[in-house]
């Protein structure tokens, strides 16, 4: 199996279309066809179903887009990396984020880090920590920024300076924008939006054994989106501060959680992870100038 061959499978896959996959690809019509019959006849399953004018993806399809996404990427990632290697101004940098105001620290030294490396190219990778760690376990990813405390058997790892806190996302005018801050027994029985993390790991240690008083309405992945069912008075959102806009005019109050719940981030790397030039020189200068 050939890492041509997925690129072709995978334009099929997202064009929905062999005619306009191969014009995307710059190869004729027969010879795509004739790629993804063979990988077909060499998994011994079918990937696709043909219709008229139209092919979507089997379940044995769908399985293979996802390695083949990572398999894909892991080649292209290989292929920067042998690149760069003559390359003592730039390279790729490969981060996967955590939702936190505390990223514009790391924002703040990529864009210092830049000025002295201009040909620095960074990709960005949003996603809780089960995304993004998987992720870097897989070498997709070159740092990870977590919001719970990282496995040190697994990671090197650096603190960002300060905590995020706890607290609900509240419609202005709502009886709860006027309290200073929010305990378990004011959210009982209420509408709750929480990401999934949160949800099953912070929220249950701040609150304990009154979490069955609490009602999940849904988990968001992103804040900004729940925050705009708030804002349709679906429901409040638990989440860290200063993810959402708060200011005069947004339609939305921050409260925070008492007793007062904080959360620290950290910057992760595997061990023994051999890095591009790049990529090191960017460790080093974290390490110098994060804390």
């Given at each position: ?45 079918k990937l696709f179903i043909r ?110 300076p300060e905590a995020d806190v ?126």
């Amino acid at each position: 199996m050939e890492i041509r061959t997925l690129r072709y499978f995978l334009a099929v896959a997202r064009e929905e279309n062999m005619t306009r996959a191969a014009e995307v690809l710059h190869v004729s019509q027969p010879t795509l066809s004739k790629q993804i019959q063979a990988l077909e006849d060499e998994l011994g399953r079918k990937l696709f179903i043909r219709h008229s004018f139209r092919i979507e993806l089997t379940e044995e399809g769908m399985l293979l887009r996802e390695r083949a996404e990572d398999l894909v990427s892991m080649a292209d990632k290989i292929t920067g990396e042998f690149a760069a290697l003559g390359d003592i101004t730039g390279g790729d940098v490969y981060l996967g984020l955590a939702e936190s105001y505390q990223i514009r620290y790391l924002a703040r030294q990529i864009r210092r880090f830049k000025e002295l490396y201009p040909n620095l190219r960074y990709h960005i990778t949003s996603g809780d920590t089960e995304q993004v760690t998987e992720k870097l376990d897989r070498g997709l990813l070159d740092f990870a920024v977590l919001a719970e405390e990282p496995d040190a058997a697994k990671y090197h790892y650096l603190p960002f300076p300060e905590a995020d806190v706890w607290g609900l996302i509240v419609p202005v005018g709502h009886t709860l924008a006027s309290r200073l801050a929010i305990s378990a027994d004011d959210l009982a029985g209420l509408p709750l939006f929480c990401s999934e993390q949160g949800w099953k790991k912070d929220i249950p240690r701040w609150c304990g054994e009154k979490m069955d008083s609490l009602c999940l309405e849904g988990s968001f992945r992103l804040s900004y989106n729940a925050s705009l069912f708030v804002k349709e008075g679906l429901g409040f959102l638990l989440t860290l501060s200063r993810l959402i806009d708060t200011s005069d005019g947004s339609g939305l109050v921050f409260r925070p959680l008492t007793p007062r719940l904080e959360e620290k981030i950290y910057l992760v790397w595997k061990k023994y992870q051999l890095f591009t030039p790049i990529a090191q020189r960017l460790l080093d200068t974290l390490k110098a100038n994060m804390l």
